[in-house]
């Protein structure tokens, strides 16, 4: 018996794009692992609800030391969606999924029923057949300014651009931006800018109380810097693979 459809409304699937943090361990591992243990002591929650890539290019390890490290970031609450940059024979069953480097997706449309697929899209939504008129991008703002204070427990994200600051960031609190990040007021949570591969971002906070700074995957916690900057109005900048920080007036 054919069954046949009286909605002929096209069933809509979204394409979005999620920030996730990628971790690049490095040999031996648990070297790599007691460092990551310093850095979620002294920022506490850092790691938590957030989604997580393993980017393994490079390492020659075998599936077992693999999973063994899959293991361990379980234990500490570190949970992996995705692996980048792994051989075929290092993934197996039971293991997060193979992943490619993120993109920006637009919203589409699946076809009508009458509609030939033409091409596939790997939006975050799963593999469907698309139309092929080509999706409208917007293209994205350059930055946003945020009025009000940033509260303990609340996330700034834009990897599009810079992030501005009109008041404080609480301690537990973090901004995540793909250019710099600009704070009129104290940074007492966490700040990571040039999120998305930019090492020529900045920040600036007129008072730095930070948690931990971050710029193009790069983080020092302010414990680490000079004492003599805590308190004052800041910039931070990467020169190679060293994060600096002087006072402005």
């Not at 506490?44 to 361990?72: C, H, M, N």
């Not at 039971?94 to 697929?117: S, T, V």
């Not at 501005?164 to 600009?182: K, R």
Request: glycine share 10%.
């Amino acid at each position: 018996m054919t069954k046949s459809l009286t909605d002929t409304r096209p069933i809509r699937l979204k394409g979005r794009s999620f920030l996730a943090l990628v971790l690049s361990p490095e040999l031996p591992f648990d070297g790599w692992l007691a460092r990551l243990d310093d850095l979620a002591s002294r920022s506490t929650g850092f790691f938590l609800g957030r989604p997580i890539v393993l980017d393994v290019e490079g390492l020659e390890i075998s599936q077992e030391q693999l999973k063994d490290l899959i293991g361990e970031l379980g234990e500490r609450s570190v949970r992996i969606m995705g692996i980048e940059g792994a051989r075929s024979s290092l993934l197996g069953i039971g293991m997060p999924p193979a992943m490619k480097g993120g993109r920006p997706a637009a919203d589409f449309e699946a076809p009508a029923a009458e509609a030939a697929p033409a091409e596939t899209s790997d939006a975050k939504a799963g593999t469907a057949p698309v139309a092929k008129a080509e999706p409208q991008v917007q293209r994205p703002a350059a930055s946003i300014i945020v009025t009000q204070p940033v509260r303990s427990g609340q996330s700034i994200i834009f990897p599009e651009g810079d992030v501005t600051i009109l008041g404080s960031v609480a301690s537990g609190a973090e901004i995540v931006a793909g250019g710099s990040i600009h704070i009129y007021g104290a940074l007492r949570g966490r700040a990571m800018a040039g999120s998305v591969g930019n090492a020529d971002a900045r920040i600036f906070c007129r008072k730095l109380e930070a948690e931990l700074l971050a710029i193009d995957g790069l983080y020092k916690m302010v414990d680490d810097m000079d004492a003599k900057l805590r308190g004052q109005a800041v910039q931070v900048w990467l020169e190679g693979d060293t994060i600096k920080a002087e006072t402005v007036a």
